[in-house]
């Protein structure tokens, strides 16, 4: 790359790359494809991967591969996950199958003595040999080919990370893993035998159930692996990735982790019916007019997507405002739930004479609903009610199958 284009790169590393295009005709010396490419990657890292952004001279993928890569959390997460793992063995190695932009290889490429990275798309793993180098990691080893060819002929390895792209031949979104390239339900018994653990990241959108009964019906008897954990992580309380670890394990243990941010809520379910996980989750049974004064806990992200409600509830000692609304009452206040806490000022339902005396002297409000037949939309237009401010109301249907309304101010754990 030549002078004028790095130092391009550096002149206008913090502005507008839709402004800087403009330019082009004027910057006859200037890659400037590249340089825009490389702007734009780093703006998007400071945002993602914090640590990268901050060092000089990285190599930045194309804007597909900067919007699929890890962010610094997960990648970091991921790290303590192999490390834990592994363990203390001293000549751990690893080989990541669907290399990517290399992000999560190379946080958890510093725990072991050899790690492989597998990537087809040459211009990646370009870029991966010049950013591993940079990054300190002298024990990554670059395969420009395609990762399943890779596992036929590998030997064996501790750990294997494979992290399908979701994504078909005309660039849409694909969620189940027979979509996914590859297709690990047609690699996972092949997997099993090269490795002592292996990590799989697929999307958020999954039903982790279906997730674990189709790879352990595809890893077979054959085998004395299992999925042993189910990890569901999210930042800022919006769920990122679902993580699944299979390993050779002589009991059949089973854990889910529920990660949000530094939050962790880790629930043994190797007893626990599939895909069921709540069946009778305690229920508040007094009067609604005792409901003010009490506080309102609403499970992160998480948790949601794990639906593990009634160990939740029994953990904390919290009742559910109805059977499927996954709101949960106390009358007391809670250190460490794992979602946002508030308190309930007020109860209504919909009865227009109700709403009036509740709503008075309320302007606007944050509104969300759970399991109850009107969306947010159409509800705040009911309401008259415009979006902010430090009120809050939860729509949803109670015990009794009757429509309420929790009028809400957030607590002071939040």
Known sequence: MNQETLDFIRQ???????KLALQASRQAHVDMPFALNQIAGRQKAQQKIPSWAAMEGLIYPP??????????QTACYKARLAERLVGDVPEAGMADL??????DFSFMARRFRKAVYVEQQQHLCEAA???FELLGLPQAEVVCGDGVDYLHQMTHTHLIYVDPARRDTQGK??????DCTPDITKIADEIAEKCDFCIIKLSPMLDWHQAVAALEQTIGDGHEKHVTEVHIISLNNEC???LLVFARHNS???????VNDEKEFVLDISQTAVPPLCKTIPLFTPAYSSLPGCYLYEPNASIMKAGCFEALADRYDVKAVGRNSHLFISAHSIDGFPGRSFVIERVTTLNKRELKTALAGINKANIAVRNFPLAVAELRKRLRLSDGGD???FATTAREKEHILLICRKSMQN
């Open 12 to 18: 206008h590393a913090a502005d507008d790359v839709r």
């Open 63 to 72: 804007h597909i591969s900067m919007e699929q890569c890890s962010s610094e």
């Open 98 to 103: 669907t290399g990517g932009f290399g992000v």
């Open 129 to 131: 040999r010049h950013n």
């Open 173 to 178: 979104r694909t969620y189940d893993m027979t």
């Open 240 to 242: 990122k990735e679902l």
């Open 252 to 258: 059949p243990k089973k854990t889910i982790y529920c």
């Open 391 to 393: 009120c809050y109301i």
